[in-house]
């Protein structure tokens, strides 16, 4: 019975270890979560911040990316380097444009907000700018979240 | 379990970048002549390497956007990503983002500038790191 269950376990390994292996092939890294709340990705590690932003840590725990806005763009960015990818920043390029779009956003909507009752040329220029930085920043979020699901779909 | 359940219940719901986190790299929004207890991982990134925030500084310049120090400006860029009220900044932070919006009203092309200095600052520090 104990030599059943010990090759039922061997089995198990072997197969689990042969699905990582073939996840890996076709571009994704499994995902585990820590008792700390963060997420290794192969060698690295994902944690979030106290103001709700991510960065990515090595084996070393040494800080490869901070200040990443979208758990996305983390979770890429991690399996990207798991997989070796080292050069490929284009997701934190995206990352920082969207948070450069999200702090734009967010100013020219409190300035429209603050002009709207007593200058209307003023809160006329504001609202353009807020849309444009609104459209801008879904159109950027757009892109990581569909790089996301590309990757999710692996699986 | 899906492994895209454990990412979104680990670090978050899907385009959602709010929410409790624990305590990692805790953000300071002390303006840069008080002692500040903990910064802010960009200008953790930034401070700590005087090379590192000098785009920033002449761009902040050039375009007469006055603060003490780009740690400031940093500051409020990450306090205002958060949500926070302009009027709940320090007064300094309060007019480098008026200053900010001005000179984006005479120089449109300042956001994509500031974003391409950001990216060099921020991807300066893996590239570097990675092993």
Redesign the interface.
Known sequence: MIRDQKHLVNELISINRNVTKELKRKGFV????NS????SVGNFI???????????I?R?G??????I????S??ILANN?ALGK??E?EI??MD??Y??????E???K??YL?YKDKDYRQAE??NI?YQVAKQKKEFY?NKI?SG?NKL?KI? | MKIIELIEQTIGTVGSTSGQATSINPVSNQPSDKPASATSPMSANTSTNATNTKPLDNLLKQNQINVKSTDDFLRAFDAIQQKTELSKLPPEQQRAISDYTKATINKPNLPTQMTGIMKTMMTSKPTSNIK
């Open positions: 499994p995902a585990l979560r700390d709340g963060s997420v994902i944690k979030k911040n106290k103001n709700g932003s991510f960065f990515v090595d070393d040494d800080n490869l990316v901070d200040n806005n979208l758990p996305q983390a979770a380097l080292l050069t920043t934190i390029d920082i444009i948070g450069a779009c999200m702090f734009d967010e100013i020219y409190q300035k603050k220029l504001m700018k979020k979240l996301y999710i699986t």
